[in-house]
């Protein structure tokens, strides 16, 4: 059914075009598939599928993976292939891999990757080379700059800059001390500039 919406949409009709929940329900399919077949072949088929509806994704104009669908495909692989495997160790490494480069690592893709590999392959593939701040081991930024949050203010030596909200090695988005202070330092300057003014607003 989806290919024929994506084949009718390219020949001009709009109101064929799929939406990414489209392409979910085929990912939802696919895993739900465990649940009708013991065949490890037809496992492997339907894994195979959900992969290539991600690759249809990122090759599209119109329509891009989210977070969500990386979510999707992690579970996908943990339903599908034998559990503690190198082969599905394998495919879920390189699942989380493709994720990061697509900066799409939210909270719920970190911690079903945690739960579906072992606490080593977390390590190395998290935890081992993640930067610090304030103290904490965080996500790069790259990993989530695809998620679409509001920059929050970061305060560096070179002056407040942007970023990313931070997510935690743990899978917990953490407030920064520099950004808190400087978001009570702005409510105080707009307090002082209001008793400048007598207390006028």
Known sequence: VLQRMIKHYSEGNEAARPDVFSFHA??????????????????KEALLLAISIIQ???KSDSYHPTAKSYLLLLQCCSNLLPSG???MEKALRSIFRSC???GLVNRQV????QSAVSSEVYHREVVRDAPSYDGVKSLPQAWTRGLGYRPRMHETKHGVQKRNPIISVGGDVIGS??????????VWSKKNQKLLRGGRS
Not at 28 to 38: K, L
Not at 177 to 186: C, F, G, I, L, V
């Open 100 to 102: 990061c480069k697509d």
């Open 110 to 113: 970190l911690k079903q990757f």
């Open 26 to 43: 085929v990912i939802g399919a696919c895993s739900r598939s465990a649940e009708t077949s013991s065949s490890a072949d037809k496992h």
């Open 85 to 87: 495997s190198l082969e």
């Open 177 to 186: 001390t520099a950004y808190s202070d400087h978001r009570m330092r702005k």
């Open 56 to 58: 249809t994704m990122k």
